[in-house]
């Protein structure tokens, strides 16, 4: 699962509600600097991660409405390496290292950000992250509606714990305790203000729920003790518990569309809510949007140079225990079917969803195939082995995503062949001229009649050429 941040740079798309002039400078009016500061984080709307030459990450910032600069980081950064897309707010100091690209448009402003509310423990004492302190969320009306009974509801993403080394190496963290969640944040893509990019959704209520319990959002643990840790975990319950609260604040129970999405353990978490969430508000076309959420059992690479699982084990053995830690959540007639711990991966929960769904998933999962599967990173100059393994891995995912791409069925599918986790945004990667959020709203609103929004790519592995990588 993804832990929203690699070093001090956020890989995710953040909202930028300000429109941009219409005349887009050339490359050729780019302007260069070396040794010029990359700025702060909250100021990075894109990554794209790699080598590149000055000209090219420059060509990545003109191609974004949003970007202003372009930040170069070479290889002295590391992981971190890549072409940075940047509204051009805080630049300064200079930095060794790092070269920028001007794109003329002048620094972009951001909007003012969604501010956090937390819950009370008073009205809501289940709702707890691992500590103990009280969940919460982020909730903007929609822009241009104030009548809407549209809402998407967004699942934050960030691992998992299921060991007392593990859940104690998130103490100190946002996905620990509400004590460090951020006052007020620049909601994602799907709960995007922006026009250019997200025209439609932005009509819609958006919620984002940030996580603090470790649980992939199925937990209704509320006692902690030596069975836990001295953790709670309870990610179902805060979900639950927001819905209460906006219930009695919001419009919610008129809700008429509901589209409930979340990335990586947001994205997992989405499949053992959604049918409740459904069920819960039975007047409304409740979908499921998760973004590399579907996974299947774990059969980790034990080839050269394998490594060790660096989050939590997904082999099948495991799932037992996991599901009695965080006395998991789970879809009542998945469970009903099988071992209802196995019911909390999508693959076999899947055949039991009643909401349709629009799945946007990797073919290679880089950090399922990195952290959870024992592959080495031999980005890259992937081994033999290895590349026999991605290839094994992409034919169970096409297995497992063949029912929702069959022409009966309802569901839509965005499937590159990219080797990514989360990193989707309106630049990349791209299928038949399409970016995922334009494939879902395609989907979603039947555009064109077009109710059979599948995409997915057919040359091999890692063969995306718009792949952020």
Request: a negative charge; charged letters at 15%.
């Amino acid at each position: 699962m993804m832990f929203g941040k690699i070093g001090v740079l956020p890989l995710l798309l953040t909202t930028l509600a300000v429109a941009v002039a219409a005349a887009t400078p050339t490359v050729e009016s780019c302007t260069f600097q070396s040794n010029f500061d990359i700025g702060y984080s909250d100021d990075v709307i894109a990554a794209t991660r790699g080598t590149f030459t000055p000209a090219q990450c420059c060509a990545q910032c003109l191609a974004n409405a949003m970007c202003s600069v372009a930040a170069l980081l070479d290889n002295t950064h590391g992981k971190n390496e890549g072409c940075w897309l940047k509204t051009g707010q805080g630049e300064g100091r200079a930095k060794a290292g790092v070269t920028t690209c001007q794109s003329g448009r002048g620094p972009i402003p951001q909007p003012t950000p969604v501010n956090l509310t937390l819950l009370t423990l008073s009205d809501h004492p289940q709702a707890t992250c691992m500590d103990g302190s009280p969940g919460g969320f982020y909730y903007a009306k929609a822009s241009t509606n104030e009548s809407s009974t549209s809402w998407v509801i967004e699942l934050e993403g960030g691992g998992e714990c299921a060991s007392q080394k593990l859940c104690d190496s998130r103490k100190g963290t946002a996905l620990y305790s509400s004590n460090y969640f951020k006052p007020s944040l620049h909601l994602g893509a799907f709960n995007s203000d922006d026009p250019k990019n997200n025209p439609k959704l932005r009509t819609f209520n958006r919620v984002f729920i940030p996580y603090c319990s470790q649980d992939l959002w199925t937990g209704q643990r509320t006692t902690a003790n030596s069975d836990t840790y001295g953790y709670y975990f309870s990610g179902h319950l805060i979900l639950q518990a927001v819905l209460d609260h906006l219930d009695t604040t919001t419009s919610l129970k008129q809700a008429t569309n509901i589209i409930l999405t979340g990335e990586s353990a947001g994205g997992i978490g989405v499949w053992p809510n959604v049918d409740w969430l459904q069920q819960r508000y039975s007047g409304s076309r409740t979908v499921a949007a998760p973004i590399a959420g579907f996974y299947f059992f774990a059969h980790p690479y034990e080839g050269p140079g394998h490594t060790a699982s660096g989050l939590a084990d997904f082999r099948k053995s495991a799932w037992p225990q996991h599901y009695k830690l965080w006395n998991s959540f789970v879809d009542a007639s998945c469970a009903q079917a099988m071992d209802p711990s196995y019911c909390i991966l999508a693959n076999n929960s899947f055949p039991f969803i009643d909401a349709e769904a629009f799945i946007t998933e990797a073919q290679t999962d880089k950090v399922v195939l990195l952290y959870h599967d024992w592959v080495p990173d031999q980005d890259p100059k992937w081994s033999d082995p290895v590349k026999d393994y991605f290839h094994e891995w992409h034919n169970n995912m096409t297995i497992a995503l063949q029912p929702s791409m069959d022409s009966t069925s309802k569901n839509g599918v965005f499937n590159p062949a990219c080797f990514i986790h989360c990193s989707f945004t309106p630049t990349s990667p791209i299928i038949q001229g399409q970016n995922y959020l334009q494939a879902f709203q395609r989907w979603f609103f039947k555009e064109g009649g077009d109710t059979g929004v599948k995409l997915q790519d057919h040359c091999g592995e890692l063969c995306n050429p718009s792949c952020p990588h």
